[in-house]
């Protein structure tokens, strides 16, 4: 894995809740790689429509989402979009948040697929 790919995903979670099991690895990344797109088209959706309850709800399921990706960036960009929903603040910083998080995601994406088809 390159430098760059090391800074955009970090799967020491996906070792520890794999226990090492290389099979175990290869089902946690493509379960990841199969949601994280999804939950990005709907936290994009509900802060364009500004649906603060549905867009903390998806930002809530995200966070387990990212803890297998790593990143600690989008981790913390999806936790103000999160809180900001969910307490009805700062709403005005949302859709700065979710273009960052959109921005960085395909990048931490491809990292991710690098990473699965390393396993083989």
Known sequence: MNDTQHTLINLDYVELMSGGDKDMQRTLLEMVLQELPRELALQQEHARTQNWEALGEISHKMKSTLAFVGNEQLTEWNKQVEQNAKRH???????????????????????LQAALEKMG
């Not at 700062?90 to 994406?109: G, S, T, W, Y």
């Open 89 to 111: 603040q700062n709403l005005d910083q949302i859709p700065e948040l979710v273009a960052q998080i959109n921005q960085l995601a395909p990048r931490v994406i491809e990292a």
